[in-house]
């Protein structure tokens, strides 16, 4: 029986600091007035802080920008034609001339004119 008398005499001080508690809240926050010009207040609140974070709006026009400039790229890029002044044969060559190049750093002159360099 002890138990439940203390059970309900701290139930009773919670009750007592929650009710001071939400006093102190209802003090703090006090309840907006209902007028004709609350919603359009609200809203002219709500359109000052979107206006005020100019970082996320200039973010916004960059990645707008860099989406067009991609896009633009990208269309002029696949309209050109490949260029046609190449011979196939210029790639083969080219190995070729690289391989000789190649192949004399093997000789041993080569290796010791490159190394009084």
Do not use: H
Not at 38 to 53: D, G, K, M, V, Y
Not at 55 to 84: D, E, H, Q, Y
């Amino acid at each position: 029986m002890k138990n439940s008398g203390r059970d309900q005499q701290a139930q009773a001080e919670a009750e007592a600091r929650l009710d001071s508690l939400l006093q102190a809240y209802r003090a703090a926050c006090p309840d907006p007035e209902a007028s004709a010009n609350f919603t359009p207040q609200l809203w002219a609140r709500i359109e000052r802080r979107r206006s005020a974070n100019v970082f996320g709006r200039t973010a916004r026009v960059l990645v707008t920008a860099a989406l067009a400039a991609s896009a633009i790229l990208s269309i002029m890029l696949s309209s050109t034609k490949p260029n046609s002044f190449t011979s196939p044969g210029s790639y083969i060559e080219a190995l070729v001339t690289d391989g000789d190049a190649a192949l004399d750093l093997l000789n041993p002159e080569s290796v010791v004119e490159m190394e009084q360099l």
